[in-house]
Nanobody
Framework: QVQLVESGGGLVQAGGSLRLSCAVSGNTASIVLSGWYRQAPGKQRELVAAILSGGSTNYADSAKGRFTISRDNADNTIYLQMNSLKPEDTAVYYC?????????????WGQGTQVTVSS
């Protein structure tokens, strides 16, 4: 079991930047993948960025070149640096961690943090 607590959301003007943080506690040794998803009103939740335990990353096309996902293993924190924000980036952003322990996979979600980009 892991627990996820996000922070860093807020209101920003278009073109601005925000950094989201996700503090992870619990059985962090079981983590195989970490990521950020977002869900805008009336839309499905979508992957924004992911980072594997080995460090490789993957981004949605909408995030490439603007967002950077990183992980601080010493602090057990996952970050999403978001630059050149656009109004269409407005959504609730969720931290996600996939764990495998004893051969059993588990999906773990944070409570979400609101990001609002004004035009």
């Amino acid at each position: 079991q892991v627990q996820l607590v996000e922070s860093g959301g807020g209101l920003v003007q278009a073109g601005g930047s925000l950094r989201l943080s996700c503090a992870v506690s619990g059985n962090t040794a079981s983590i195989v993948l970490s990521g950020w998803y977002r869900q805008a009103p009336g839309k499905q939740r979508e992957l924004v960025a992911a980072i594997l335990s080995g460090g490789s990353t993957n981004y949605a096309d909408s995030a490439k070149g603007r967002f950077t996902i990183s992980r601080d293993n010493a602090d057990n924190t996952i970050y999403l640096q978001m630059n050149s924000l656009k109004p269409e980036d407005t959504a609730v952003y969720y931290c996600y961690v996939k764990t495998i322990w004893g051969g059993l996979p588990s999906d773990n979600w944070g409570q979400g943090t609101q990001v609002t980009v004004s035009s």
